[in-house]
């Protein structure tokens, strides 16, 4: 089974927001002499708490500081670009690190409602999401009637990220899902992996193929482990108070601060569905997880307040998954 980082350059309460992409590339290149599959970036926009909105900027950079991980997105969130733009700035990454570059695809349309109006695409549909991959997938492979510059004369691989109707769009195009969030832990979720890989229609020759992306923290023990993730969970438990995700922070501070009682009960609920603990018990964790999706890939998403930690994990998770 594969391994792979989506790491989305959270930033840090009281550091400077640039420490934020220097640390992802630090990550990358850690990453790259541990031997991971690939190393996603994320797009989010005008959110406090994450430095990337342009993942291919910071491709670029990544590239040039490594030689053989693969690259890609997870993911460009197509709604706020045109697919011409999209299929020119991967096809120049592709050319400046080839055979390399993965093209993620969501369709996130920003994490408030003046994010939403800043970009411009409060009103996109389900169905001009579909449209533009199609779209944007025929300047990748030539066929459409202008070509996006440079052609490398290859096609760069698209994943589809995958909530709701997005398994059945992608067994349409048929192109390989990446699956998190609430639908890795919905009830239901082999049933539609199943129809996923059932109504596949390959696409020159592609074959069904799942990543699941969720949170993997690995420490000593299940408690320092927990302490580990709590930053992450603590600023997710926050954005749902106060609609603004916010800048990690330390566990001291954390614990030192007041705990609503609903903020309680969601950051418990948030550790409680993350993959967290010592490496025996992670490994059960993923064990339970492969049995339940079988996937091709395992994309871990993790984020500490610890960069050193965060590297620690990062590294036992690759020897747990050799």
């Not at 769009?169 to 990446?178: H, I, M, S, T």
């Not at 890989?197 to 990543?211: C, D, I, L, Q």
């Amino acid at each position: 089974m594969r391994l792979s980082l989506l790491d989305r350059s959270r930033t840090r309460r009281g550091r400077p927001e640039a420490e934020a992409l220097t640390g992802s590339i630090e990550r990358a290149v850690r990453a790259e002499a541990l031997g991971y599959e690939r190393f996603w970036v994320a797009e989010h926009h005008a959110v406090p708490g994450i430095a990337s909105g342009s993942p291919p900027v910071l491709l670029a950079a990544l590239g040039a500081r490594t030689s053989s991980i693969r690259i890609g997105s997870g993911g460009v969130m197509l709604p706020h670009h045109q697919p011409l733009v999209v299929a020119e700035q991967f096809r120049m990454l592709d050319a400046l690190h080839p055979a390399r570059v993965d093209l993620g695809l969501g369709r996130s349309l920003g994490f408030t409602a003046p994010i939403r109006r800043a970009l411009r695409h409060e009103d996109a549909e389900p169905e001009d999401f579909e449209a533009d991959v199609v779209e944007l997938r025929s300047y990748l492979e030539d066929t459409a009637g202008v070509t996006a510059r440079p052609d490398t004369g290859r096609p760069v691989p698209i994943h589809l990220l995958a909530t709701g109707k997005g398994l059945q769009v992608a067994a349409r195009l048929g192109v390989p899902v990446v699956v998190g969030g609430p639908l890795l832990h919905s009830a239901d979720l082999e049933d539609r992996l199943a129809s996923y890989r059932k109504e596949f229609r390959p696409h020159r020759g592609s074959a069904p193929s799942v990543t699941v992306s969720l949170d993997i923290t690995i420490a000593d023990d299940d408690a320092a482990a927990r302490e580990l993730a709590l930053p992450e969970a603590w600023a997710a438990a926050r954005a749902r108070q106060t609609g603004e995700f916010p800048p990690l922070e330390s566990v001291q501070a954390i614990r030192a601060a007041h705990w609503p009682d609903q903020v309680r009960r969601r950051v418990d609920a948030s550790l409680d569905l993350a993959v967290v603990g010592s490496p025996a018990t992670v490994r059960r964790a993923l064990e339970r997880l492969v049995e339940r999706s079988a996937p091709d890939e395992v994309m871990a998403s993790t984020s500490t307040y610890d960069r050193d930690a965060l590297f620690a994990s990062d590294a036992a998770l690759r020897d747990l998954i050799g």
